[in-house]
């Protein structure tokens, strides 16, 4: 199952990817230690079957390369605007895991998206880390869920 949700988050952010920012060259690889001292965590919240969260996280070039690729403006640092646009692309990707994963009669919705990483010392019974390379910057992933029965 974790190898399953791994995939389907690794599949959902390239296609979302693909989809609003013509980005197609995306690769991954499983990472132990995802901070981003100067950059932006958003957490999804993840209720129903699978409960938990999803962090995401996005270097601030990262996130300015984003930003500048979907509103086709040119910004320099990190305000209201760009986190706003970058929690909407973290919120699209889980909407499109639970999407994907409804087809296999799970079923979960999101909360809204937070910014910070909530830093509890929950356990969790999948719980797993990656780092996607793109042409635009690293973009973190730690999914953190226990299967509810």
Do not use: W
Not at 58 to 85: H, K, R, W, Y
Not at 121 to 126: A, G, H, Q, R, V
Not at 127 to 134: A, Q, R
């Amino acid at each position: 199952m974790k190898d399953k949700l791994y995939r389907t988050f690794v599949d959902a952010t390239r296609n979302v990817f693909n989809l609003m920012l013509n980005i197609s060259d995306i690769s991954d690889h499983p990472a132990e230690n995802l901070k981003c001292d100067d950059g932006i965590d958003i957490a999804v919240g993840i209720v129903g079957d699978l409960q938990g969260e999803v962090v995401y996280r996005f270097p601030v070039s990262t996130s300015l390369n984003m930003v500048n690729i979907m509103s086709g403006m040119q910004f320099e640092e990190v305000d209201a605007f760009v986190t706003s646009a970058i929690s909407e692309i973290a919120n699209i990707i889980s909407g499109n895991v639970l999407t994907a994963l409804s087809d296999n009669n799970m079923k979960c919705d999101i909360l809204p998206p937070v910014q910070g990483n909530p830093d509890d010392n929950k356990e969790y019974e999948m719980k797993t880390s990656c780092c996607l390379s793109t042409s635009i910057g690293e973009i973190g992933l730690e999914i953190r869920l226990n299967l509810v029965s």
